[in-house]
C-alpha cells in the first residue's frame, strides 16, 4: 500500500507531465524505461529459453498427432500471407507481444476477444511469443488455456503463451475509487503498467482491457515499442459529455446545472482531453463496433492529426459462433424450394423486443397481400421463436396470442417456446425473411445468424444491426430498415417481391457479411492492424 502510494505520486506528475511539459520530462521517462528493460533483462532471457525448450518438447509429443486442426491453418497462412508484402520472411518475426488484460479468467466477450487475437497472432508468427498480464493469481496456466478450451472452443499454442501475474490489481477496481472513478481508475492502470514493465518489457503491447492510459505509458518509457488498443467501449464518450447539459438524457441528466454540475462538467472536460491526448500516442486502434469507432474518432482524432496518426481507427467485429449455422444450412437454388414464405423473429419473449409492433406490421403486410393475392400457393407465416423464462414471459406470449386473434392473423402466427437448438436451425433453412424489432440493439447476434442462414433482414433502423450488420456487401442491400409499423410492412414487401434471382444474390450477400463475424474474419483483421505493428517494431528496432 505505502509503496503504491508513493509509486501514485510519482506518476501523476509523470502523466500530467505527458499532457502539458515536453523534452526533459520525457528524457527522464526514457530514462526509467530504459531502467525497468535492464532489471527484466533476467526475465526476458529466461522466458524465452523457457518458450525454446517447451516448444522442443512439445513437437516431440505431437509428432504423431493428428492434423486435425492444420487445414484452417493452412488456408489462413495462405490468404493471409499473400495479403501482406511478400509473407513468408516476416512469419519468422519473433518479438514478445505483450497483452494487458488484467482479468484474462473472466470468460466473458472481451476476453474470447483477447484469445482469437492470440490465436490468430500465434497462428502468423509461430516464433512469436504472447505473454498476457494478468492479476489472476488463483489460476496457472493449464488452468487458463483449459478454460479457453471449453468456453470459447479455442485451441492455443502452449509453449508460445505465457502469464505474468501482476500483484497491483486493485488499484483499477472501481471500489478502490468512490470518488473521481475515471481519473482514479486510469491512474491504476498506471501503477498496473509499470507492475507489467517491472516484470517485463515487451516488444509490441497491446491493451484489450480499455487501459488507454497504460498505453501512454508504455510509449513514454518506451518509444520504440509499438503500442495497440482494441477498444470495446470509450471510457468517457461524447454522449457523457453532452448529458450534462441541461435537456440532456440518461442517468446525469441536467447534473451539469450548479456549482457542482460546473464542477463535474469541468472535471469529465479535462478527462476527456486527457483521454484523448493518450489516445493519440497509441500507434494502432480498433473498436469493436462502428458506433464505438465513432466515439473514439471524435474524441481521439484531432489529437491524432497532430501527431500524423490520423485517419487509421479500424473497426474489428469481435468474433461470434456463426459458422455452425453457416455451415448447417444451404444457400443455393436447389436449397430455395425448401424456403417457405416464413418470416422468423428469433428473440425472447422480453418487452424491448417489440413484439406487438412485428406483429402489427405483419398484419398489415398480410392483409394488404392477400387482397392483391400475391400468395396463390400459401400465405406467408410470422414464426416466432424464443424462450420464455418466467412467468412474466408467459403472460406476454398469452397476451401476445390475444393480439394476434384481435388482428385476425392467428392462423398465420405461429409461436415456439423454448425452441431447442437444431429446431432452430430447421427454422433457419426454411424461413426466407428473418425479423428484428429491439430499438438500439447494441450488437444483434441474432440478425448475424439471420444472414449466416440466408435470412434476407428486416430490421429497426438503429444500433447495430443498421450499423455494422445488415449493411450493403458490393454495394447491394442485404436487407431492410425500418422503424415505424407502415415500414416494416413495406420492408415485407419488398423482401417478398424479389425475383428469384434477386433472391439467392441477396442470401448470398447476407451471408457474405455474416462471414465478417467469424473467427476466420477476426483472424483476418487482425492480423492486418497486427502486421501494422509488426512491422513497427522491426523498423524502429533498426
Ligand atoms: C524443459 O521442459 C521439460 C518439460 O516441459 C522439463 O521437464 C524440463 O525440466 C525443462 N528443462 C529445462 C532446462 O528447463
Ligand atoms: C462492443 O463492446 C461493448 C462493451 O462490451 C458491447 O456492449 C458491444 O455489444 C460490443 N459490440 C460488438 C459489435 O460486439
Ligand atoms: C424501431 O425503433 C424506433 C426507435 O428508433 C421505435 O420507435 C419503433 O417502435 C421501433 N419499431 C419497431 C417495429 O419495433
Not at 496457472?140 to 471449453?150: F, G, H, P, Q, S
Not at 450534462?244 to 440518461?250: E, K, N, T, Y
Not at 459458422?323 to 444451404?330: D, I, Y
Not at 414464426?383 to 414471459?393: E, P
Request: charged residues 20%; glycine residues 8%.
Amino acid at each position: 500500500m505505502g509503496v503504491s502510494f508513493i509509486l501514485l505520486s510519482l506518476l501523476v506528475p509523470i502523466v500530467l507531465s505527458v499532457v502539458f511539459l515536453p523534452k526533459t520530462l520525457r528524457f527522464i521517462a526514457e530514462l526509467v524505461g530504459h531502467g525497468l528493460r535492464k532489471s527484466s533483462r533476467t526475465r526476458r532471457e529466461l522466458l524465452l529459453a523457457r518458450v525454446a525448450n517447451e516448444t522442443k518438447h512439445f513437437e516431440r509429443q505431437h509428432k504423431e498427432k493428428s492434423k486435425e486442426d492444420d487445414d484452417w491453418e493452412n488456408i489462413a497462412s495462405a490468404a493471409l500471407g499473400s495479403a501482406i508484402n511478400g509473407g513468408k520472411a516476416d512469419s519468422e518475426w519473433n518479438g514478445i507481444v505483450g497483452f494487458f488484460h488484467p482479468f484474462c479468467n473472466a470468460g466473458g466477450g472481451g476476453e474470447r476477444v483477447l484469445w482469437a487475437a492470440i490465436r490468430a497472432t500465434q497462428k502468423r508468427w509461430p516464433e512469436a511469443v504472447c505473454v498476457v498480464y494478468t492479476g489472476d493469481h488463483d489460476v496457472d496456466r493449464a488452468t487458463i488455456l483449459k478454460r479457453v478450451k471449453d468456453r470459447f472452443n479455442i485451441q492455443l499454442h502452449p509453449p508460445t503463451v505465457h502469464f505474468l501475474y501482476l500483484t497491483t490489481r486493485h488499484w483499477v477496481l472501481a471500489s478502490t475509487w468512490p470518488r473521481f472513478t475515471l481519473l482514479g481508475q486510469s491512474l491504476g492502470s498506471l501503477i498496473l503498467a509499470y507492475d507489467a514493465f517491472h516484470l517485463l518489457v515487451p516488444d509490441v503491447f497491446i491493451d484489450t482491457m480499455g487501459y488507454a492510459f497504460s498505453l501512454g505509458l508504455s510509449s513514454l518509457f518506451f518509444p520504440t515499442v509499438p503500442t495497440g488498443a482494441y477498444v470495446h467501449y470509450p471510457t468517457i464518450s461524447t454522449d457523457m459529455l453532452d448529458s450534462l447539459q441541461i435537456g440532456g438524457q440518461g442517468i446525469n441528466a441536467g447534473t451539469g446545472a450548479g456549482y457542482r454540475g460546473i464542477a463535474k462538467k469541468k472535471y469529465w472536460q479535462l478527462f476527456a482531453k486527457l483521454y484523448s491526448k493518450v489516445g493519440s500516442t497509441i500507434d494502432v486502434v480498433m473498436t469493436n463496433s462502428t458506433w464505438t469507432q465513432s466515439h473514439i474518432i471524435s474524441l481521439w482524432e484531432p489529437y491524432r492529426i497532430k501527431r500524423s496518426k490520423a485517419n487509421d481507427i479500424d473497426v474489428v467485429f469481435p468474433p461470434v459462433a456463426v459458422e455452425e449455422v453457416l455451415q448447417a444450412v444451404e444457400v443455393s437454388e436447389a436449397s430455395e424450394k425448401n424456403r417457405g414464405p416464413y418470416l422468423l423473429y428469433i428473440a425472447q419473449f422480453r418487452p424491448e423486443k417489440n413484439h406487438e409492433l412485428i406483429l402489427e406490421a405483419f398484419a398489415s403486410f398480410l392483409h394488404s397481400s392477400l387482397e392483391t393475392a400475391t400468395y396463390t400457393n400459401q400465405p406467408p407465416t410470422l414464426v416466432l421463436i424464443g424462450s420464455v423464462r418466467n412467468s412474466h414471459d408467459e403472460k406476454r406470449v398469452y397476451n401476445l396470442r390475444l393480439l394476434a386473434r384481435e388482428l385476425n392473423i392467428k392462423e398465420n402466427v405461429e409461436f415456439i417456446c423454448d425452441a431447442p437448438w437444431p429446431l432452430m436451425l430447421e427454422w433457419m433453412r426454411k424461413a426466407s425473411v428473418g425479423v428484428n424489432g429491439m430499438w438500439n440493439e447494441h450488437f444483434g447476434i441474432g440478425v448475424v445468424e439471420y444472414q449466416a442462414a440466408g435470412l434476407i433482414s428486416v430490421v429497426n433502423d438503429s444500433g447495430g444491426p443498421k450499423l455494422d450488420i445488415v449493411v450493403e456487401v458490393d454495394g447491394q442491400p442485404t436487407g431492410f430498415h425500418a422503424t415505424t409499423v407502415e415500414q416494416y410492412a413495406e420492408g415485407f414487401r419488398k423482401a417478398f417481391s424479389l425475383s428469384p434471382t434477386e433472391t439467392l444474390a441477396m442470401r448470398h450477400r447476407a451471408q457474405k457479411s455474416a462471414e465478417r463475424f467469424t473467427d476466420r474474419g477476426f483472424a483476418e483483421k487482425w492480423l492486418k492492424n497486427m502486421e501494422t505493428l509488426v512491422a513497427l517494431q522491426v523498423e524502429r528496432a533498426r
